[in-house]
């Protein structure tokens, strides 16, 4: 690929090398931009700068772009927390950390990856980028997650998710004391079209959305909460929660404190759903992880 050579305007002095290129080649994801970055393929005045480089205006940047990595799960020797497995399936207890599948500036380290290597072929229904998820959870979520072996089992269970007969139980502490003993919350989930890592409940339009909760403990500032989702949207617990003044602690994008955590107190405790091939009911239960435990110790003081 052709580089791109960018000239700094004397306007821009005091901008970051990253602030500069994220705002002049729009067409290129931050996460791209990022990773050339730190590969080198970027050069102010013929030297390869880091991110945070303060520009002074009238340096001469040169772009050389690399093709992305081909999004498909490669398999890597990586250690998987296995909770139930059997013919059809197989539910993983993720690590706060870890990201589900291949994307933009994650083609290492996955969840998929760890799996094709355990187990060699899953279903194809998700594609070569997602082989065998039926769901996901975000990074920073530990939990049980739902990984289909078979085409066959990947359509039943694709089938129990949107008849809602999936049973999703997360626990997650919020900051500051929720008003009652429990609630529901329906409002729409969207794109947040100012902050597009963000959703948001604010706009008329959405996809409809429910999560219910109950107090399980109240411990200084915060409220520990069992929430259960009756829909998969993308943050729908961060942002229904942080939608009644109760962001999730450690949830710095929905407006939570920050803290040296590494990681939001939200994890994914408990699924039920019928076996694709048995029809019986199958519960399995993912522990509390050791550092929400620690951080639980933390909040009581």
Same mark, same amino acid.
């Given at each position: ?39 080198? %393929?970027?050069? $102010?005045?013929?030297?390869? *700068? =880091?991110?945070?480089? &303060? /520009?002074?205006? @009238? ?99 694709? %089938?129990?998710? $949107?008849?809602?007969?999936? *049973? =999703?139980?997360?626990? &997650? /502490?919020?900051? @500051? ?107 399995? *239960?993912?522990?509390?992880? &050791? ?11």
């Amino acid at each position: 690929m052709e580089p791109i050579i960018l000239s700094v305007p004397a306007a821009n002095a005091g901008w970051r090398l990253d602030q500069f290129l994220r705002a002049d080649l729009k067409d290129y994801s931050r996460a791209r931009l990022q990773e050339w970055i730190r590969a080198g %393929r970027v050069t $102010v005045n013929g030297r390869a *700068e =880091k991110a945070s480089h &303060a /520009l002074h205006g @009238g340096e001469r940047i040169e772009v050389s772009p690399a093709a992305p990595a081909p999004l498909s799960a490669v398999a890597e020797d990586i250690p998987l927390d296995i909770l139930y497995e059997d013919s059809d399936v197989v539910a993983v207890n993720k690590p706060a950390g870890m990201v589900v599948h291949a994307g933009a500036g994650a083609h290492s380290g996955t969840l998929t990856n760890a799996l094709v290597h355990r187990f060699g072929a899953l279903s194809a229904v998700g594609g070569e980028m997602r082989p065998g998820i039926v769901h996901r959870i975000d990074k920073l979520t530990s939990g049980v997650l739902l990984v289909a072996r078979t085409d066959a089992a990947h359509r039943n269970l694709a %089938r129990q998710f $949107v008849s809602r007969t999936v *049973e =999703k139980t997360y626990i &997650a /502490l919020v900051c @500051g004391g929720i008003a009652g003993e429990g609630g529901r919350i329906t409002k729409p989930i969207a794109r947040d079209p100012a902050r597009r890592t963000r959703m948001t409940t604010r706009l008329a339009a959405g996809r409809t959305a429910l999560t219910e909760y109950k107090v399980l403990r109240r411990i200084g500032k915060f409220t520990l909460l069992e929430v259960r989702i009756g829909t998969g949207r993308t943050h729908q617990i961060r942002v229904h929660l942080a939608s009644i003044g109760h962001t999730v602690a450690g949830d710095r994008l929905y407006g939570a404190p920050a803290d040296d955590s590494g990681r939001f107190f939200l994890h994914a405790a408990r699924i039920a759903f019928d076996g694709p091939s048995s029809g019986e009911r199958i519960v399995v *239960e993912a522990p509390l992880p &050791a550092e929400l435990e620690e951080w639980m110790r933390k909040v009581e003081g």
